[in-house]
């Protein structure tokens, strides 16, 4: 009998038919993967082996028949290693990563039992740097007057320029606690070294990742053991996706009290020190349960619009804003433009009333 002439559509009833069997065959070797996971464990070896990666492709290689070419097989097996690894990792590849894992209910991060994410969004407000213990107090005073509850302020600034004020280092973040104890405000205050984390954990209830640390790893793994609530600030050139994963690092490492903070990212604009992507928000809240808050002063860079952009984070959901205060905003070290004077705080506190 003549052999039937192969169609397209039989080629592709064969190749589904190979499929099926290549998936079963990748599944069966994922789970000796898995149980070479489990050995490498309990003996304490590292997952990942170069040399035994590069032993297989070579002995693929050689075993090549054809007509795939010895680069295909390597890109092929090379891709089949990268997956088991990743598989390895993660040890449960399907499950989402945490910080887009919703429980139906959005998480609220308690600082030293003042609630942000539940009920009346916040204000985290204070100086750019901490500058000296009068001026703090100045802004305390009001704050606790106008029954806000935190008073943020940079010790370790991290400056454009090496030239700039660096702030005042350790002794600034003491003053800073100081102050706040005399005002019963939670202290807000960024770290930028792992070294320093855990002399600052002891004076800082809400430690803050600035824009320029969101990338150090390192820093916010260390963060995710260190038993303080975080506020992890969006890098000015970083995708949504990148904030994520950053807060990935703090929630797998243990950390599950992060607010994320969207603070203006880099566009073509130059009206603005930065463009306010109130999308953020929106997506943050779209995907994730963790609160998020604005930071309209580095967004804007100029106060005469933080009235407005502060209205419209808080329209689109925000639980809380930052703002920087000062209480002579033309004397500042740092960030002079944008800072309110406190008479001025005070009128723009009331044009926010009605969202609070
Ligand atoms: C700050 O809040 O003090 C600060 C430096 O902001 P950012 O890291 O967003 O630039
Ligand atoms: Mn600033």
């Known amino acids: 009998m003549a052999r039937r002439k192969p169609t397209i559509e039989s080629a592709r009833e064969a190749i589904d038919k190979l499929n099926e069997q290549l998936l079963d065959l990748l599944n069966q070797r994922t789970a000796l993967?898995?149980?070479?996971?489990?050995l490498k464990v309990r003996q304490g070896l590292e997952l990942y082996d170069p040399v035994r990666e590069a032993q297989q492709i070579q002995r693929l290689v050689q075993k090549n028949r054809g007509p795939m070419s010895s680069t295909m097989v390597e890109a092929v097996f090379q891709e089949i290693f990268r997956s088991s690894l990743s598989h390895q990792l993660h040890t449960a590849t399907d499950q989402a990563p945490l910080v887009l894992s919703r429980s139906g209910q959005p998480r609220t991060v308690d600082v030293r039992s003042v609630p942000v994410g539940r009920g009346r969004p916040v204000i985290i407000a204070g100086p750019c740097a901490v500058e000296s213990?009068?001026?703090?107090?100045?802004?305390?005073?009001?704050?606790?007057?106008?029954g806000l509850r935190f008073l943020?302020?940079?010790?370790?600034?991290?400056?454009?320029?090496?030239?700039?004020?660096?702030?005042?280092?350790?002794?600034?973040?003491?003053?800073?606690?100081?102050v706040a104890a005399r005002h019963d405000l939670r202290v807000v205050s960024e770290v930028t070294d792992a070294c320093t984390l855990p002399e600052l954990v002891r004076h800082v209830d809400l430690v803050q990742v600035g824009s320029r640390s969101m990338y150090n790893y390192d820093l916010l793994r260390r963060l995710g053991t260190a038993g303080r609530p975080v506020l992890l600030k969006r890098h000015f050139s970083a995708t949504m996706d990148e904030l994520f994963q950053a807060a990935e690092y703090l929630l797998s490492a243990g950390n599950r009290d992060v607010?994320?903070?969207e603070r203006g990212i880099r566009t073509f604009e130059r009206a603005t020190r930065n463009t306010l992507d109130i999308s953020a928000v929106c997506l943050v809240k779209e995907h994730t349960d963790l609160p998020v808050i604005v930071d309209v002063s580095h967004a804007?860079?100029?106060r005469d619009l933080l009235l407005p952009l502060s209205r419209a984070a808080l329209a689109a959901g925000a639980d809380g804003i930052m703002v920087e205060v000062h209480p002579n905003?033309?004397?500042?070290?740092?960030?002079?433009?944008q800072q309110l004077s406190l008479p001025d705080f005070e009128r723009y506190l009331e044009g926010i009333a009605s969202f609070l």
Do not use: H
Request: proline fraction near 6%; charge should be negative; charged fraction near 25%.
């Open 33 to 38: 993967v898995d149980q070479v996971r489990e």
């Open 133 to 146: 213990e009068e001026y703090l107090d100045q802004v305390a005073e009001t704050l606790a007057r106008l």
């Open 152 to 178: 943020r302020g940079g010790a370790f600034k991290p400056r454009t320029s090496p030239y700039a004020f660096q702030g005042l280092g350790m002794p600034g973040v003491e003053m800073l606690a100081r």
């Open 259 to 261: 607010i994320l903070c």
């Open 300 to 302: 804007a860079g100029r």
């Open 329 to 337: 905003p033309a004397a500042a070290m740092s960030d002079g433009s």
